[in-house]
């Protein structure tokens, strides 16, 4: 079983708790006869990617809707969907002009008398010419559309990090499960270093032994050749450091907040650090707990590319 509770202690607040960066979220706001649904989801990049769609009257708030974004979200490659309705709001509005409809009134009058002409205008015939009437675009209502806009957007946010939240605590303890086991594999190594050294020594010994086939041997040279051996495969600064980044880890993951970026980097150490003790290994066995350790590496890696 794992051992969490070091780590589950330290949470303390939302804003110390670890997040996944995928995630999703929806908010839908109704005011009088405006309606506004945002809808967003993201998966794993490197930086902040937002990318937004929504009617083209609404891209006027588009700056004030990233700034918005970036009080709930640090990475990620996130899409925003908004959808706004108004059932009674007009984009386009007719207006008269009744100066030009007098100025051609006059005008066909004249063409009348001048030659005697029928003159057959009819009001229908009238509106039709140009300019009399125009269609002319509404003022949007800025601060009653943002005050819907902004409530919607705020809404699917906190949906949004809640998500991101619920699968980050999900990570965090995987994460510590595979922590516990490189701890374990770590243990191994170290403890069955040494007797590989001892274990060396009384075979070349023995080689010894068979090839002189007396006792006259130069027990400085033996233990020259077994400090040599020793020192091509002493793996102790290696453990070390690799304790070190893997409790390293583990106080970042209490630490909480925006840490994929940190622990990444950790994690390269790690993986830098297992490869000496695995080139540096004789041992059958040493070797399948090195290899084991690679692999588990590598899984906590994967995983870290998807926390914020």
């Not at 509770?5 to 405006?34: H, L, P, W, Y």
């Not at 309705?85 to 409809?101: G, I, R």
Request: aromatic residues 6%; contains cysteine.
């Amino acid at each position: 079983m794992c051992n969490i509770g070091k780590i589950v202690a330290g949470k303390e607040s939302e804003d110390n708790m670890i997040k996944s960066m995928t995630g999703f979220g929806r908010g839908e706001i109704s005011e009088g006869q405006r309606k506004i649904t945002v809808e967003m989801k993201a998966v794993n990049h490197r930086y902040l990617d937002v990318n937004i769609k929504m009617p083209k009257r609404l891209n006027f708030f588009e700056a004030s809707i990233r700034n918005l974004l970036k009080e709930y979200i640090q990475r990620g490659k996130v899409d925003v969907y908004i959808t706004y309705e108004h059932l009674s709001e007009q984009t386009v509005s007719v207006k008269y002009h009744p100066d030009v409809a007098a100025s051609y009134l006059a005008y066909l009058k004249e063409m009348e008398e001048t030659f005697s002409l029928e003159n057959d205008i009819r009001v229908s015939t009238l509106s039709r010419y140009p300019e009399v009437f125009s269609m002319e675009e509404q003022e949007i209502d800025e601060e009653g559309i943002w005050k819907v806009l902004e409530a919607a957007v705020r809404q699917a946010c906190e949906a949004f990090v809640e998500s991101r939240v619920k699968e980050g605590e999900n990570l965090k303890n995987d994460l510590v499960c595979k922590l516990d086991g490189m701890l374990t594999l770590v243990d191994y190594i170290e403890e069955n270093s040494p007797g590989i050294i001892e274990e060396y020594k009384e075979k070349l010994l023995a080689k010894v032994h068979d090839l002189l086939e007396d006792n006259n041997i130069d027990e400085n040279r033996l233990l020259m050749e077994v400090t040599i051996f020793a020192d091509k495969i002493c793996v102790d600064e290696e453990i070390v450091r690799l304790r070190s980044h893997i409790m390293m880890v583990r106080n970042t993951l209490i630490e909480g907040g925006s840490i994929g970026r940190k622990l990444d980097f950790i994690v390269q150490e790690m993986n830098r650090e297992a490869n000496t003790i695995l080139s540096k290994s004789t041992d059958l066995e040493i070797s399948n707990r090195g290899i084991e350790l690679k692999t588990e590496i590598e899984k906590v890696r994967e995983q870290i590319q998807n926390i914020e």
